[in-house]
């Protein structure tokens, strides 16, 4: 009888924790290197969502991403979709994995290749531009989520990681 009440309590707990987390964070990722990444633990944080391509002129931001991710990483997340959408991502997860390690030394979490537009994106993608109405446009196009996943905006390619657009929204939270 106790394993059963335990049981229940636990999926009882389960579902309490699981109902609290916004339905737009409420999405589990596999990492590149095949770890498991849940957003809904990052939801008292922001999250800064930019879908890569190691073969397009906006590459380099992958340095500024880098940067921002080890000065602020206590404080926000920033996740990285490699998509091959706009042709430019030929590679495998582990080619992604070890150009980004090799050539910025990326450290912050990289989802594994996926599809970032049309019928066939990622539903986490797919409610990033519902709730902005701009699905990505091009490579390293920025999706900026507020703790608890109301807010969220978005930001085209040519806008850089700390730009003042992004960091004005920012501030509040990396104090």
Request: some cysteine; charged content about 20%.
């Amino acid at each position: 009888m106790k394993q059963v009440i335990l049981g229940l309590f636990l999926l009882i707990g389960a579902n309490t924790v699981h109902a609290a987390c916004a339905s737009l964070l409420d999405h589990q990722l596999t990492t590149l290197q095949g770890e498991k990444l849940n957003l809904c633990d990052y939801q008292d944080k922001p999250i800064l969502v930019v879908n890569t391509a190691s073969k397009c002129g906006f590459t380099p931001q992958f340095e500024k991403l880098e940067s921002m991710y080890r000065k602020h990483k206590d404080k926000m997340l920033i996740v990285g979709f490699p998509s091959n959408d706009f042709r430019q991502e030929p590679g495998t997860n582990k080619e992604i994995g070890d150009f980004c390690k090799m050539t910025y030394a990326v450290q912050f979490p990289m989802a594994s290749k996926t599809s970032v537009v049309g019928p066939n994106a990622n539903p986490f993608y797919k409610q990033l531009a519902s709730a902005t109405h701009q699905p990505p446009m091009w490579n390293f196009y920025k999706y900026l989520i507020l703790p608890g996943g109301k807010q969220v905006y978005a930001f085209s390619s040519d806008v850089e990681p700390e730009a003042s657009e992004i960091m004005d929204k920012l501030k509040p939270y990396l104090k």
